[in-house]
């Protein structure tokens, strides 16, 4: 088949260049009416959908932060040497990127509240063999399944957040998945100060089977139901999301405007996206999650209890900061991100996670150089909870908000798979080598002393076969 030759840039036109209606109200949501423009308000089947999504996102948050506080039970009763507990932290990243690769096709082929449900099923079991593992490799794959649940989520989640809010409010009810996150790393640091790693994972399962059993009562994406071409329940889960009083007619008619014209393209493939067309949409979406995976963020995470006490700080205290930073920064972020949009809450928190790491940097190096000793642990705490309060306003949700945006319903299973897979695969990498970069230093390494030696000494320690031919 074809592609028609369908412009992306006339096909927005298209449907945002309408004629307004003659009463000067714009239907099709709820809310209150201010001088003649209907002002939009979520109704509470928008609230319980989010909720219930954001459930996976918390899912999500309790697997990140797991591998800190267990560290060192994990380690003590089965015997893991830091490389052994690297591969466990780090495995979570690589069934992430199997669910990655799967999310987008699998969202497209059974659904948004499907692909949920099928996530939390491997989520549990999971959890599940990380709780009776009594050898590495059961913990290993335990955690692997846990990963794959939470490559599903990480796409399908805030795409269908997007999918069912009102165009005004779904930045911020978007964001409330890294919201979410935040939480579910937070609790899990905080009952993690105090329980066992067992217990730990036993907890993990509560938020996988309250999202189980919410998914019964909320609609499905009316986006994707007519990308399937099932008009009728398009309209009816649409109904249901703005309120049975609700005129959803113009909405309504948009989405089938926009699908319609959609399907005169053939169907997209992940090879459909390195096409000029979509090359802007392409680097903003790849380039965001470099941006926000190589900043370091999971290596914080996952291990932030081993940086403290590296630094000679208590690392429970540690944690116990980083909540105390972490939910409300989050927050504000949520408040913020319709308000103040998204580039320059994004160069905010850009501009504070460099500080904080060029703070924690320097704590470690005044640390080695035997300087100001009182003074590095606190100068660490303090770069950390700076680098997690700015990620947490914009860098850590920011990305999947405008990744659920950007892509045409047509590419958004090719497009977001790839871009899910590119932000989990940064992840793993610095999830693995964190724990061998903060024992191993460059510089110490590989520069040689060259003080008081002669230049053939030096050659000789430094070149021993040029010398021996």
Known sequence: MNRAKLEVGELSSSLIHKEKPRDGVVHGFSGEEQDGIKTTSATTMVVLSTSVAVCGSYVFGTAIGYSSPAQTGITDDLGLSV???????????????????????????????????????????????????????????????????????????????AEVTPKDIRGGFTSVHQLMICCGVSITYLIGAFA????????????????????????????????????????????????????????????????????????????????KDYAWSLIVGVGLMVLQQFGGVNGIAFYASSIFISAGFSGSVGMIAMVVVQVPMTTLGVLLLDKSGR???????????????????????????????????????????????????????????IMSEIFPINMKGSAGSLVTLVSWLGSWIISFAFNFLMKWSSTAKLVPETKGQTLEEIQASMNPVSLER
């Open 83 to 161: 490389a052994e507990y690297s591969f466990f932290g780090s495995i979570l990243t690589i069934g992430a990127m199997i669910g990655a690769v799967m999310s987008g096709r699998l969202a497209d082929y059974i659904g948004r509240k499907r692909t949920m449900g099928f996530s939390e099923i491997f989520c549990i079991i999971g959890w599940l063999l990380i709780l009776f593992s009594k050898a590495a490799l059961w913990l290993d794959f335990g955690r692997m399944l846990v990963g794959y649940g939470m490559g599903l989520l990480s796409y399908v989640v805030p795409v269908y957040i």
């Open 196 to 275: 066992t790693w067992r217990t730990l994972a036993l907890i993990g399962t509560i938020p996988c089977l309250m999202q189980l059993l919410g998914l019964f009562f909320i609609p499905e994406s009316p986006r994707w139901q007519a990308k399937i071409g099932k008009w009728k329940e398009c309209e009816a889960s649409l109904q249901c999301l703005r309120g049975n009083n609700a005129d959803i007619s113009n909405e309504a008619s948009e989405i089938k405007d926009y699908t319609e014209q959609l399907q005169r393209l053939s169907e997209s493939s992940v090879f459909d996206l390195f096409q």
């Open 343 to 401: 580039r320059p809450l994004l160069l905010v928190s850009a501009a504070g996670t460099c500080l904080g790491c060029f703070l924690v940097g320097l704590s470690f190096l005044l640390q080695d150089l035997q300087q100001w000793k009182e003074v590095t642990p606190i100068l660490s705490l303090v770069g950390v909870l700076v680098y997690t309060g700015s990620f947490s306003l914009g860098m850590g949700g920011i990305p999947w908000v």
